[in-house]
C-alpha cells in the first residue's frame, strides 16, 4: 500500500441528506473536501485542518467519527490509488470555498453523477446507504490493576486481540501497567495500532508504554480526557475502579448531552458489571434517568457482538433539544 496516497476527507451532509462535494482548480471532479497530511499528522487532525484551509470552517473533533478507510482509484492522478481515512460531521453551514478550491455542491448521494470521485460512487456513498459506521478507533477504559481474578487479564488479552484482528485500533491513557497495559500489549502483539494520551505525572512516574504506535504527553487530565476522545470513534468499559467509572460516565453523559455522536458501551466481564446496570435501571424507574439514555448505551459479553453493536449503533436525540 506504499504506492498509494493517503488523505482525510469529511462526510458531511445537509438537512435534505445532500452530500457537500468540491472542486479543486483545474480539475473535473467533484471530491469529498479533504487533503493530505502533514508529517507527524493524525488523519483526524488532517481532516479537520484540510476543511478549514478549504472552506473557512472549523470542525468540532469531538462530532468527528470515522466512517471507514477505503481504497480507490485516484480522481486526479492517473495511475494512482487513494487511501482514505473518511470521517462524518454534523451539518454546519459552508459559505464559500478557499485555497484552491472552485466550486462547491451539495450531491444528492442516491442519484449518478458523471463528475464524481471513484472514492464517493464506489465506497462512501455505498457505506451512507447501508448506515453503517465500523469503528477505525475504540477507546478502551479500564483498571490500572489487574484485579483479583485471572479471568480479568484473560479477557482483556482476548479483547485486544480482537481488536487487532477486526482491524480497529486501540486509544487509551497510555500506561504500561493493569488491565490497559495488558489490552494495549494484545493489540500491538497481534499487529494492530495504538495510541495512547499520556499527562506529563504520569510519565514521570514511569507508568508510560514507551512501545505504542505513537504516544501523546499532555500536562493535564481534563486535556487527556478531552484528547482520547477527538482520537477516537467509540468508547468502552472493560472492568475497572473509579476511575474507569468516571471516565465511561463522562463519555456517556456527553453523549447524551449531543457533546458528541460517539457511541458508549460496556464490555461485561463474567457479570462484574451487572451491580452497575442494576443500578442504572434504578435510576430509570426513579425517574432520574430516560429509557432512551439508558437504551442508548451497549452492553455486550463477546468482542464481535460488542463490534457489530458498535457499527449498528445511531446516536440519541440529546436531551435539552
Same mark, same amino acid.
Request: charged share 20%; net charge negative; proline share 9%.
Given at each position: ?10 462526510v458531511m451532509r445537509d438537512p435534505e441528506g445532500r452530500v ?59 495511475g494512482r490509488d487513494v487511501v482514505a481515512h473518511v470521517f ?158 468516571e471516565e465511561i460516565f463522562e463519555v456517556w453523559t456527553w /453523549?447524551? +448531552?449531543?457533546?458528541?455522536?460517539? @457511541?458508549?458501551?460496556? !464490555?461485561?466481564?463474567?457479570?462484574? $458489571? =451487572? *451491580? ?18 439508558? /437504551?442508548? +448505551?451497549?452492553?455486550?459479553?463477546? @468482542?464481535?457482538?460488542? !463490534?457489530?453493536?458498535?457499527?449498528? $449503533? =445511531? *446516536? ?6
Open positions: 500500500m506504499s504506492d498509494a496516497i493517503r488523505v482525510s476527507a469529511v457537500l462535494n468540491v472542486r479543486k482548480r483545474g480539475t473535473s471532479t467533484l471530491m469529498l473536501p479533504g487533503g493530505k497530511p502533514e508529517p507527524g499528522e493524525d488523519p483526524r487532525d488532517t481532516a479537520i485542518r484540510e476543511f478549514a484551509e478549504e472552506l473557512g470552517v472549523q470542525l468540532d473533533p469531538l462530532r468527528l467519527r470515522g466512517l471507514g478507510e477505503f481504497r480507490s482509484p485516484a480522481a486526479n492522478e492517473p462524518e460531521h454534523p451539518f454546519v453551514a459552508v459559505d464559500r470555498p478557499l485555497a484552491e478550491i472552485e466550486h462547491l455542491e451539495w450531491v444528492d448521494p442516491t442519484q449518478d453523477h458523471p463528475a464524481m470521485a471513484p472514492l464517493n460512487t464506489e465506497h462512501v456513498f455505498p457505506a451512507l446507504a447501508a448506515g453503517i459506521r465500523a469503528p477505525q478507533r475504540l477507546a478502551v477504559f479500564t483498571g490500572s490493576a489487574l484485579g483479583n481474578s485471572p479471568e480479568f487479564a484473560s479477557a482483556a488479552r482476548e479483547f485486544g486481540a480482537a481488536m487487532a484482528h477486526a482491524g480497529i485500533d486501540l486509544v487509551y491513557g497510555g500506561g504500561k501497567v493493569g488491565l490497559m497495559g495488558t489490552v494495549a500489549d494484545a493489540v500491538l502483539a497481534n499487529d494492530g495500532e495504538v495510541f495512547g494520551v499520556i499527562t506529563e505525572s504520569l510519565l514521570a512516574g514511569e507508568t508510560g508504554h514507551t512501545g505504542l504506535t505513537r504516544l501523546e504527553v499532555v500536562s493535564s487530565m481534563p486535556e487527556r480526557k478531552r484528547r482520547m476522545a477527538e482520537l477516537t470513534d467509540a468508547f468502552v468499559a472493560l472492568p475497572g475502579g473509579p476511575g474507569t467509572l /453523549a447524551t +448531552l449531543g457533546i458528541h455522536q460517539k @457511541p458508549v458501551a460496556i !464490555f461485561d466481564v463474567n457479570g462484574y $458489571w =451487572q *451491580p452497575l446496570l442494576a443500578a442504572l435501571d434504578a435510576m430509570v424507574e426513579a425517574g432520574f434517568s430516560s429509557p432512551a439514555a439508558r /437504551a442508548s +448505551l451497549i452492553v455486550a459479553t463477546d @468482542p464481535a457482538e460488542l !463490534f457489530t453493536k458498535l457499527a449498528a $449503533w =445511531q *446516536p440519541p436525540r440529546p436531551k435539552w433539544s
